[in-house]
């Protein structure tokens, strides 16, 4: 992949096999179990490759078909990524708010990290910091732990440095 990059390949090159042969799945067999699936992953690469117009469209083409399929929670929270991506933070938390009670046990603290992101974005502080110790405190993996425990700290920096609780060092003033 490195000397891909090198050569100035797009980031969708990598998957450039796997979007044809997802599109001929869709095309051959489109209302399928495999064709709507095809539909997901369709969408799963296109949102990895940072095209958020068509992953959305293929995020929804996919619940559309088949709004309680398999992948109808994760094609939701695509959705829920792109709004995030896009900026759209308080309908990105909107969403990720949705999912959180419909994920599986195991993409939850993923959920919620990504609420606390969100609401980090829209400056509410006092809820991200919530979420954040939440997931602290929970009975979850180890790197999810440290990853909000790492925005906790950063948040309360920032918060000190805001109220002036933290000041820069003294500037040696020269001699008159």
Request: hydrophobic share 40%.
């Amino acid at each position: 992949q490195s000397a891909e990059k090198a050569d100035g390949a797009q980031p969708e090159d990598a998957y450039k096999e796997a979007l044809t042969a997802y599109q001929d799945v869709i095309v051959s067999y489109g209302d399928t179990e495999s064709g709507k699936r095809a539909v997901y992953m369709l969408g799963s690469i296109q949102l990895e490759t940072g095209k958020y117009d068509e992953a959305k469209q293929s995020f929804e083409n996919y619940l559309a078909k088949s709004p309680n399929g398999m992948l109808a929670v994760n094609a939701e929270e695509g959705l829920a990524y792109i709004l995030e991506q896009q900026q759209k933070f308080q309908e990105a938390l909107d969403a990720f708010k949705k999912l959180e009670g419909k994920a599986s046990a195991g993409r939850q603290t993923e959920i919620q990290l990504a609420i606390a992101r969100n609401y980090e974005a829209l400056k509410d502080i006092e809820n991200a910091k919530a979420i954040y110790q939440k997931i602290v405190d929970s009975n979850t993996a180890a790197s999810l732990k440290n990853k909000a425990k790492d925005r906790l700290e950063i948040l309360d920096a920032q918060q000190k440095v805001a109220l002036g609780a933290v000041t820069p060092a003294p500037q040696e003033t020269p001699a008159a």
